[in-house]
């Protein structure tokens, strides 16, 4: 079946430690995006990619980086210059950016907790 | 103004009832609208789409779309319990200048059946 993987479900991170996110989809949509979501908000865009090997800031990129060297695959890195990472985080991907009919399809997410 | 704006919640409905929720826009270009429904823990799940004004309905659930006064409704018929989720709004919001947009959510409303 077709769908997006994110790994891991849960995720811990230490003060001043990086940590990266999977997300791999099998549905060959061209665009990929990451979000976040806080207790009781909707979700923001951290960051996206329409192709391989190109990707643009969101609305709330500080702190975070991100590669697309593979079409089905975008995993995001939460690096030690952003402060309050403690969220979950939902990777999304659609047909191509712009072009959407059925909305995005978003993975499980993955929660992460700084300790 | 923000992008997207949902009704305040959270909304109390008993069951058998309608569930109403409200989402307004600021990009008065925006072609396509979504609803998503979130259950705690899980990530968005598409429930609705609409394009063009006026009501689109599917099972329980009527999605109503006001392109003139930049609104999208969503009503929930004969609502269950198992409706009790976070309903999320979504726009393709148009970057500027240009054609293409990123889907942008609303804050999203808790809506609670109870017995």
């Known amino acids: 079946d077709g769908g997006i993987t994110q790994s891991p479900k849960y995720l811990f991170r230490k003060e001043g430690q990086n940590v990266t996110l999977s997300c791999e989809q099998n549905?060959?949509?061209?665009?990929m995006y990451w979000y976040r979501q806080d207790p009781g908000q909707g979700l923001r865009l951290i960051y996206y990619s329409q192709i391989v090997n190109d990707f643009q800031k969101g609305d709330i990129a500080e702190g975070y980086s991100v590669s697309r060297e593979k079409k089905e695959s975008f995993p995001l890195t939460v690096t030690s210059a952003q402060k309050n990472p403690t969220a979950f985080y939902l990777c999304?991907?659609?047909?191509?950016?712009?072009?959407?009919?059925?909305?995005?399809?978003f993975g499980s997410g993955t929660r992460l907790t700084v300790v | 103004q923000k992008e997207v704006e949902q009704n305040s919640g959270p909304l109390s409905v008993p069951e058998g009832a309608i569930a109403s929720l409200n989402c307004t826009y600021s990009?008065?270009?925006?072609?396509?609208f979504f609803w998503y429904r979130q259950y705690s823990g899980k990530s968005p799940e598409l429930i609705m789409s609409?394009?063009?004004?006026g009501d689109k309905e599917d099972g329980r659930f009527t999605a109503q779309l006001n392109k003139a006064s930049q609104y999208v409704s969503l009503l929930i018929r004969d609502s269950q319990p198992s409706d009790s989720a976070t309903y999320l709004c979504a726009v393709i919001i148009r970057a500027g200048g240009t054609s293409y947009g990123k889907l942008t959510f609303g804050q999203g409303t808790i809506l609670t059946v109870h017995p």
């Open positions: 609409i394009y063009s004004n």
């Open positions: 549905l060959n949509h061209d665009a």
């Open positions: 990009d008065r270009g925006s072609q396509s």
């Open positions: 999304a991907s659609s047909i191509r950016e712009g072009f959407v009919i059925d909305g995005y399809t």
